[in-house]
């Protein structure tokens, strides 16, 4: 678990990370280097959850590679459905980070959202779901190493 206390907001647990997988973590459908290793460090504070509507076909090697089995999205509604997979985590313990639109409504649910700016490009409604945006995947998970940087970026 990860706890914050910001001021104005007040104390917040979070316990599970949950991130879009196309755009956030690959990139082309390309697991991004040093992803994986980065992931796993967290795995014991945070529950880790990918979510992913398996654009490019490849979500098997990269389940493989992240050793995780990736949540698949059906087409049709995504945005709604990553949003309930964050409430029925219990959405007030919940790190969501993405930048697509379909990821607007879970970055949006989540007690943190973090979008990041991607290769692939970045949603603008996502972008306005979003507590905090980051320049990259690598800028964002440091953010959960260094949580004052959370508590300086958000207090109020």
């Known amino acids: 678990m990860i706890e914050l206390n910001i001021p104005g907001r007040g104390i917040v647990q979070l316990e599970h990370l949950v991130c879009d ?12 280097e040093g992803v994986a290793r980065t992931l796993r460090s967290f795995k014991d504070r945070l529950t880790i959850h990918v979510l992913t509507a398996d654009t490019h076909g490849r979500q098997a090697i990269i389940d493989q590679q992240l050793g995780l089995n990736a949540v698949r999205i059906t087409p049709g509604q995504e ?15 919940v790190i969501a980070i993405g930048q697509g639109a379909n990821d607007a409504g879970m970055l949006q649910s989540a007690a943190l959202g973090i979008c990041i700016l991607s290769r692939e490009g970045t949603a603008i409604e996502s972008v306005l779901a979003a507590d905090i945006l980051a320049p990259d995947i690598f800028s964002a998970l440091e953010l959960l190493e260094k949580p004052l940087r959370i508590v300086a970026t958000l207090r109020k």
């Open 21 to 32: 997988v196309s755009g956030t973590l690959a990139i082309d459908g390309q697991l991004i």
């Open 79 to 93: 945005r709604e459905q990553k949003a309930a997979y964050i409430s029925n985590l219990g959405a007030e313990r």
